[in-house]
């Protein structure tokens, strides 16, 4: 998206400040990115920013995130303003936890990620939906069988009865996980962050 010398300056600065994590130049780096890749976007957005198969290649390319149902929640933890874009501020704020942030912030991320509906709650179909798709590596057109459908339940329960009880508590014993159960959980044994799915880059 082309900008003024000034608006250009701005923005950087103002996103150096928001972002937190990234310093000035890493920003600016950032912003170039961004504009090489709404220069691939369809023009819909009127170079505002770009679509979800831009993000997808892009995620695919530079973190080797290959899921499609994790790859199409983190894209809506991007679009904050759900509509189908990511803006500039979207992309660079949204790297900076993605990337950097602190535990706090990844513990929000990624339980935003598994509450697949937006309700609060990670409930027992949101963690089948997620750990079906962690599990199951097949092609996109075949349906597993019951026999795979069986173990992906086999593979709930035993986590339910081993990590669901012993550390991803449901602490209010609503039958479904708040943020403050994740939380407690994560905190206790931080490898539970992405219990349901990997949805944050390697360390490489």
């Known amino acids: ?15 150096t400040r928001s972002a937190k994590h990234f310093n000035k130049s890493e920003v600016e780096c950032l912003v170039k990115l961004f504009d090489t890749l709404v220069a691939k976007a369809s ?22 995130m290959t899921d499609d149902v994790v790859l199409d929640r983190v894209f809506s933890t991007f679009d904050r303003d759900n509509n189908g874009c990511i803006t500039v501020v979207e992309w660079v704020e949204g790297l900076a936890v993605l990337l950097r942030g602190t535990l706090e912030e990844k513990m929000k991320y990624c339980f935003a990620v598994y509450d697949l509906n937006g309700d609060g709650y990670i409930s027992k179909e949101e963690m089948f939906q997620m750990l079906k798709h962690s599990l199951l590596i097949q092609p996109a ?14 593979a709930l329960k035993k986590m339910a009865s081993t990590y ?26 931080n490898l539970l962050l992405e219990a349901f799915g990997p949805c944050l880059p390697d360390i490489k």
Not at 49 to 63: I, K, P, Q
Not at 141 to 154: N, T, Y
């Open 1 to 15: 998206a082309a900008m003024s010398r000034k608006g250009g300056k701005f923005l950087v600065d103002s996103l």
């Open 43 to 64: 023009s819909q957005f009127a170079g505002a920013g770009f679509d979800r198969t831009v993000f997808r290649d892009t995620l695919y390319s530079a973190f080797g």
């Open 141 to 154: 057109d075949e349906e597993p069988d019951e026999g795979v459908k069986d173990l992906v339940e086999i």
């Open 164 to 189: 669901l009880l012993r550390y991803l508590r449901d602490y209010d014993h609503d039958g479904k996980l708040s943020f403050t159960d994740f939380e407690k959980a994560v905190r206790d044994e």
